[in-house]
DNA sequence: GTGGTCTAGACCACC
DNA sequence: GTGGTCTAGACCACA
């Protein structure tokens, strides 16, 4: 019943383990690989797949909560949880043009182009099933 | 000779002090403010401005030196460098492309359309001068 | 004879659900809508109806027993009990007191005015029949 | 030039400790004892003065942090934060008005009148000074 | 069984 | 010095 997750933690990467774990769930749930309602791996499951400790997915699993990503129910388990984040809009507006915004001047530095960029840009929106006006235009 | 920076500081900003340093620099590079060869404020100086730790610039001008976006002569100062980020450019360009999905998974779980991003996306490459046009530039 | 509930459990919620089994009916009876005398569900009954562990209504029942709220006979059920709760007073006077405070903490970071809050307080008063008109009641 | 906190735990309350840390220091910014820019204690510090776990107390700061009540550097401290919780103030109102109900779901069950539970609040509400239209009226 | 809290003690990045 | 991360292992409430 509890999905079979794909996560990869990078012991090397500056990245704490924890981040990594809520960042590679947040995209799992925006590929849409978790729907709403699926049960998550048991803290200590995934902790034992990931040879990490159960404190460190904890810590993750409630961080997902915060941000309504997951709800976690004592006894019973963690969950997708239905997407109402249309709160802190402004704040996280501004969190994501910032994150925009520092990969352009990464890629300037780079000397890469505007076509290039655009293309990766490009390829990563296709990977998505937005909530789209767009429908089936892709 | 010295340039004027035009760098603040959010204390409240999850980003270490540092690192905010380090971005508005390559910003500011990027978007032509800054060019080859000019010179900046000193460490002492620059730490006296934003009411910083020495230690703090001194950290954020290693790092842009190891970035090879500005180097250092002893007794002379700190100065710009040419370009030539050639080098590691597929360990960057990963970092880039992880960047642009960070963000576009942000904006799925805030409902925000592809049309949206892609709007605020282009707006960012607007403010560049990108080595698409000047491709001989250096 | 059985009374119908209209108790609504929210899995997302941040309460377990036994407390939410708790807080409706007390605030059933609080609001009149279930009166001395009558009989609740039984365990079974309401676990199905709420597709909750019958142990976990178990545990509603056996604390809202424990605070006088009801009464529970072997063999028959359990059935909503008079009021007589002026044991621990004093104790309870607190928690009240608490509960208050707390929601006027958060409002004042919520940067809400008195006047708004007080607002609230007195749409919420409105909905009970309290003792002051009716101190004879029992 | 750290501030004394007037902080106690109660190792028998139900609530966990680090909420009960959270809570007081809550209260505290809203009666206007601490103010913004203000440095709290370490974490360290307090730890030892509540004989808890630097961590328990990390906790608490962190969960602040969140609710942006205060904000954290690593190696500078924790500071009272710049008020501007506007955010998610439709969530935040469901549970302001949650918690008064329940205060007077509580005060029904114990026969109090509309009368005194209105006096108790007005005492409360007098203790803040709130961002008020109401200014100097009491 | 589940997740949540807490402690003890370690190591790290930042200032 | 500061807070942040992580581990190991304990205990508790909830389902």
Redesign the pocket.
Known sequence: M?VIMQIK?NNAS???????VVDQIKRDVALGRLKKGQ?????????GE?????????????QL?QENIIY???????FIADIDNQLNKSVRRNLIIDQLEHAAVDAFHMQITKAELRKWFEGILGEFNFNSKEGTSR
Request: without cysteine; charged residues 15%; proline residues 8%.
């Open positions: 509890v933690i500056a990245w704490p383990a924890y981040q990594q049960q998550l791996p048991t803290v200590r499951q995934l902790a990931l040879t990490l400790n159960p404190n460190t997915i904890g810590k993750a699993y409630r909560e976690t129910r004592a006894g019973a388990g963690a």
